[in-house]
């Protein structure tokens, strides 16, 4: 599958940007309970009453690695298009009888998750106005895609120092491929995992439609980090990526390829 979006791909030998979210505390990002400022509000209101009616009903489908903010800015999604939101580890979770993703891990083996995790998303991309939150490593299958693609993908770029010290924040439990690490102090020890699973996934996190780039967010709103970001900013980028794709989309309609 050739990716989507390969000219924006990161490059670490630009400028890094990191991101620690130090401005919203780990248990906000893990709930999705945010409140935006009127201004902010209106911005993700008056973008989201743009782009609704060009969706067409089509799901929302986030990526990204874990600890993204997938189910903060998905929640946030869900309530200004009038979509409704569903975590795709809460759903594997209930169905294997309310164990835990961290259980099913432990007891089952990472293939018997994965298998599950595909079943979710067959049947979700069965259904319409959904936006939906994927485990980090659901980009890895490449029939996952094939599910993903009845809908709109949207990849959260968050840079990995953000990620790791986000994670060491809340810690690790529930989260079973961090505990891998190897023994040191829990930041350098989320760094190292993270970078390990970049490696194997960063390509496959291109094929999405469109990237929400969080280092090009800071960037452009002229911050030298993004620790000032919100979830609302965040998600109205997502917004204006979405709104990119579907003009290309409607464009290469036109041009009849």
């Keep these: 599958m050739e990716p989507n979006v390969a000219s924006k791909q990161r490059s670490y030998d630009s400028v890094k940007v990191s991101c620690t979210f130090n401005s919203l505390s780990a248990s906000v990002l893990e709930s999705g309970n945010v409140h935006a400022p009127i201004d902010e509000a209106q911005v993700l209101k008056n973008k989201s009453q743009e782009i609704e ?65 595909t079943e979710v998303l067959q049947k979700l991309s069965l259904m319409r106005q959904l936006v939906v939150s994927t485990g980090g490593g659901a980009v890895t299958r490449p029939i996952n895609w094939r599910y993903m693609q009845k809908g709109i993908s949207v990849w959260l770029d968050v840079p990995l120092e953000a990620l790791a010290q986000r994670i060491a924040a809340v810690g690790t439990d529930s989260r079973p491929l961090l505990h891998q690490c190897e023994s040191g102090d829990a930041y350098t020890e989320a760094l190292n995992r993270l970078s390990t699973l970049w490696e194997e996934r960063g390509e496959a996190y291109a094929n999405a439609n469109a990237r929400v780039s969080l280092e090009n967010i800071a960037v452009k709103l002229g911050h030298k980090d993004v620790s000032s970001l919100t979830p609302v900013t965040i998600a109205i980028e997502a917004l204006e990526q979405i709104e990119g794709f579907l003009k290309e989309e409607d464009d290469m309609a036109i041009a009849g390829y």
């Design 53 to 117: 009616p060009y969706l067409s009903g089509r799901c929302i489908y986030l990526v990204g690695m874990m600890g993204s903010g997938k189910t903060t800015v998905g929640k946030i999604l869900s309530g200004v298009l009038g979509y409704s939101f569903f975590d795709c580890d809460t759903l594997i979770e209930q169905s294997v009888d309310g164990t835990s993703v961290a259980e099913i891990f432990k007891l089952y083996g990472e293939g018997f998750f994965r298998e599950k995790e």
